[in-house]
């Protein structure tokens, strides 16, 4: 199984600020990986898939990179409404997931 | 608007049986691979079950191989998932999910039905 571990587990931040999340696969996922936020209560909203492309509608402050193992998460000039979990899924073999970041303020 | 609403869960005691239902709306659901997650209170989500549009093709986790069946009927715009001898380890919210289409990830993801396990 692949393990995705993603880091810090909370990162504290303050609105217009940059935020960089990280997520590390214990072996390849090439570019089959992606990034989702939720909020409390809600389901969770795709934001980037094949590691760097942005899903329709998500703002372009949100920027994905990576590849193989290494991949992070860039959210430039926080806003309000970014404060959320945010957590990386690869979906290269199987489907695995991080255990998320928290964005607080 | 493209929507995934669970229905199903409850308190269910160790070794009985819960019926989780998804309802689709906003999307041909008949194109779509459909897919359970779970998450378990304070740990990280979990694929539990997928099938494809056709039901040709199923998958499980090892964890609930042989107790849980995934299911789908196209006409109903709805996915199923029938839980058997069931254990506190079962206890998770469960999602159901969209893959998008050509691909393998999720795009679209429902709120979840809890499922608590408890005697």
């Given at each position: 199984e692949v393990v995705m571990t993603q880091s810090p587990a909370t990162l504290s931040v303050s609105p217009g600020e940059r935020a960089i999340l990280s997520c590390r696969a214990s072996?390849?996922?090439?570019?089959?990986l992606a990034w989702y936020q939720q909020k409390p209560g809600q389901a969770p909203r795709l934001l980037?898939?094949?590691?760097?492309t942005r899903s329709t509608?998500?703002?372009?402050?949100f920027s994905g990179s990576g590849s193989g193992t290494e991949f992070t998460l860039a959210i430039s000039?926080?806003?309000?409404?970014?404060f959320a979990v945010y957590f990386c899924h690869q979906y290269n073999e199987g489907h695995t997931f991080g255990q998320g970041t928290k964005l607080d303020i | 608007e493209v929507q995934l609403v669970e229905s199903g869960g409850g308190l269910v005691k160790p070794g009985g049986s819960l019926r989780l239902s998804c309802e689709a709306s906003g999307?041909?659901?008949?194109s779509y691979v459909m897919t359970w997650v779970r998450q378990a209170p304070g740990k990280g989500l979990e694929w539990v079950s997928s099938i494809s549009s056709s039901t040709n093709y199923i998958y499980y986790a090892d964890s609930v191989k042989g107790r849980f069946t995934i299911s789908r009927d196209n006409a109903k715009n709805s996915l199923y998932l029938r839980m058997n001898?069931?254990?506190?380890?079962?206890?998770a919210m469960y999602s159901c999910a969209r893959v998008r289409h050509g691909y393998y990830f999720i795009d679209i993801w429902g709120q979840g039905t809890m499922v608590t396990v408890s005697s």
């Open positions: 072996q390849s996922v090439n570019s089959n980037i898939y094949g590691a760097s509608g998500i703002p372009a402050r000039s926080l806003q309000s409404e970014d | 999307f041909t659901f008949s001898s069931l254990r506190a380890e079962d206890t």
